[in-house]
């Protein structure tokens, strides 16, 4: 299994982004997904994630701006980030959960004016 990150960028304060992850080799509809993200000098966090039948779970630093989605024909899952701040600065990476957890090569995301 690979996992691909894209979509991060450079936005203004209260900009919105979204972030793809494209997951390869097995039966993604079964797979348990996450966003993460790890700013300069933290440890990493859990951002939001997503179960085989869409359930959802976000940070509270997170909820009513963010959204978590999967697309289980294209094997991929979005990660919508309206009215970004300047604390949701960092590399994002996306995984999946598994007896061996598979990560993502991570997608710097900005947030600055």
């Known amino acids: 299994v690979q996992l691909q990150a894209s979509g991060g960028g450079l936005v203004e304060p209260g900009g919105s982004l979204r972030l793809s992850c494209a997951a390869s080799g097995r039966l993604f509809r079964f797979d348990s997904m996450a966003w993460y993200r790890q700013a300069p000098g933290k440890q990493r966090e859990l951002v939001a994630s997503?179960?085989?039948?869409?359930?959802?779970v976000y940070a509270d630093s997170v909820k009513g701006r963010f959204t978590i989605s999967r697309d289980n024909a294209k094997n991929t899952i979005h990660l919508q980030m309206n009215s970004l701040k300047a604390e949701d600065t960092a590399v994002y990476y996306c995984k999946r959960f598994g007896v061996v957890d598979i990560w993502g090569q991570g997608t710097q995301v900005t947030v600055s004016s």
């Open positions: 997503i179960s085989p039948v869409a359930s959802t």
